[in-house]
Structure formats: C-alpha cells, structure tokens
T-cell receptor, first 110, second 112 residues
Framework: KAGVTQTPRYLIKTRGQQVTLSCSPI?????VSWYQQTPGQGLQFLFE???????NKGNFPGRFSGRQFSNSRSEMNVSTLELGDSALYLC?????????FGPGTRLTVL | GENVEQHPSTLSVQEGDSAVIKCTYS??????FPWYKQELGKGPQLIID?????GEKKDQRIAVTLNKTAKHFSLHITETQPEDSAVYFC???????????FGKGTSLLVTP
C-alpha cells in the first residue's frame, strides 16, 4: 500500500511570494492534517480536513489556508511569505485516530 | 492553545539500558496519545499509541503508560539498540477530529 506522498519535496521562495503544497493521502483515508515543523517551535498543527470540510484549525494567521478535494488529496497555500515561514511542512492522513505522515516539503524563504 | 510538555529534551543511554520519556497534557478532552519516532530527513513514524480507556500498552520492547487523572503519559523503551537513536515525540488529540498537539521532542542517543 502506498504511503502519504507530498510534492514538491523542496522549495525555495522569496518574501512576499505565495506557495502551494500538495499531499496525496493513503488510499481510503478521508482525513488529512497539516503540520509545520521548525527547530524552535517543534511540530505545530495547522489544520485538518475531513471529506472536503475543514474540521479543525490551529493558531496560524489567515495567510495559511488549505483545501481538500473529492479524492481526498489536499493542498495548503501560504500567501505573502515571510522569512519565518521557512519550515518543514508535514501532511498526515488517517482513517481513524492513527495518523501516518508523509516525508514533508522543505520550504525555504529567502 | 492546549499544551503538551515533554521531557527530557535529550537523553543518552548505553546499549541495553532502558529509556523513559515523559509527557504531560492540559486538555481534559484529549483521549488519544500516540508516540512518534522521527529520523533525519524523514516524517514522523507512529511507533505506539494508547487510548484513554487503557492504562498501559506494550509492543515488544516498547511500552506506554497513561495516567488520565494526573494527565501524564510515558514511553518506555527496554533493551535499547543503536538503531533506536532518533527524535521521539509524544502527542495528544485535540478536542474533536484526529488532529494532534505535539510535545517538543526528545533526542535519544543510544551508544554501543
């Protein structure tokens, strides 16, 4: 069974730009959650989608948004990038409480 | 938001010894407590989990205990091996849905 895939794996952007990250969950999983991982703040929850609806949202500014498609694939978007947005963005899919993580997208903002 | 505190932040043990990592949480509604292992360049990997109606769970060399009254849970690794070296994260479920609040992580080093 294929695991969670995230694209792209690495991304370099400049301040003020926007970025879209993609996540394909494990087949059959309807929940997709996104997390930001930084050395200083650790793993922080961004948002969770279930059957195309946002079910939970973390404490991040409105520049961070996401969506889920009917095939459960999910995208997250960050607009007006700031230096502090440099991080590893992780996607996790789940059928029940058990969350399975992808390898992440490493975003660097210059 | 609700917090999960994890300690120690670093732990060094000799091969064959046991390692214990402890976490506390503040959200009374949390009912699911997983532990993840993250190796360099990879996403976190689920190694064991426990639900609020269970006090202890064991899987080979790994065990987790939960004290809901005190709001703390612990990971125990016995007979540690060098390949156990990694960063370990505890987490607690967020009120509804499957989202998680994570601890800051413990960097475990097992020396031969």
């Amino acid at each position: 069974k294929a695991g969670v895939t995230q694209t792209p794996r690495y991304l370099i952007k400049t301040r003020g730009q926007q970025v879209t990250l993609s996540c394909s969950p494990i087949s059959g999983h309807r929940s997709v959650s996104w997390y930001q991982q930084t050395p200083g703040q650790g793993l922080q929850f961004l948002f969770e989608y279930f059957s195309e609806t946002q079910r939970n949202k973390g404490n991040f500014p409105g520049r961070f948004s996401g969506r889920q498609f009917s095939n459960s694939r999910s995208e997250m978007n960050v607009s007006t990038l700031e230096l502090g947005d440099s991080a590893l963005y992780l996607c996790a899919s789940s059928l029940d409480f058990e969350q399975f993580f992808g390898p992440g997208t490493r975003l660097t903002v210059l | 938001g609700e917090n999960v505190e994890q300690h120690p932040s670093t732990l060094s043990v000799q091969e064959g010894d046991s390692a214990v990592i402890k976490c506390t949480y503040s959200d009374s509604a949390s009912n699911y407590f997983p532990w993840y292992k993250q190796e360099l360049g990879k996403g976190p990997q689920l190694i064991i989990d426990i639900r609020s109606n269970v006090g202890e769970k064991k899987d080979q060399r790994i065990a987790v205990t939960l004290n809901k009254t005190a709001k703390h849970f612990s990971l125990h690794i016995t007979e540690t091996q060098p390949e156990d070296s990694a960063v370990y994260f505890c987490a607690a479920s967020i009120n509804s849905g499957y989202a998680l609040n994570f601890g800051k992580g413990t960097s475990l080093l097992v020396t031969p």
